[in-house]
């Protein structure tokens, strides 16, 4: 049974900045990748950032490089997302997501992949 718990979010004026925790509770993993993605209703939704948990590579996509930035606390499984400059597009639902292999073979991590276990969500807006 995989959970991730979301915290953070809220409204932010432009220019500002935000930060989103989440922890993932689980059994014990051979190797992770956990994420966020951001939906607003009517796009496609998006992949902004991801990481190896309790290793090296962080993954960005182009609309939030330079401005976000991922990071762990490997030894609590829990994730941060620093969300700087923050613009009016990205007011969106963002939800923490996870990628685990259970099994022998390492999880791969990058932003154009899917990942199966999502959190409830957390709603940013920038004005």
């Known amino acids: 049974h995989v959970q991730l718990v979301e915290s953070g979010g809220g409204s932010a004026q432009a220019g500002g900045s935000l930060r989103l925790p989440c922890a993932a509770r689980?059994?014990?993993?051979?190797?992770?990748?956990m994420g966020w993605i951001r939906q607003v209703s009517g796009k496609e939704r998006e992949v902004v950032a991801a990481?190896?948990?309790?290793?090296?590579?962080?993954f960005y996509s182009d609309s939030v490089k330079g401005r976000f930035t991922i990071s762990q606390d490997s030894a609590r499984n829990t994730v941060y997302l620093q969300m700087n400059d923050l613009k009016p597009e990205d007011s969106a639902m963002y939800y923490c997501?996870?990628?685990?292999?259970?099994?022998?073979?390492?999880?791969?991590?990058?932003?154009?992949?899917?990942?199966?276990?999502w959190g409830q969500g957390t709603q940013v807006t920038v004005s």
């Open positions: 997501a996870a990628r685990f292999s259970f099994a022998w073979y390492k999880i791969s991590c990058n932003v154009d992949l899917d990942f199966p276990y």
């Open positions: 990481i190896y948990l309790g290793g090296d590579g962080t």
């Open positions: 689980t059994g014990t993993f051979r190797s992770a990748c």
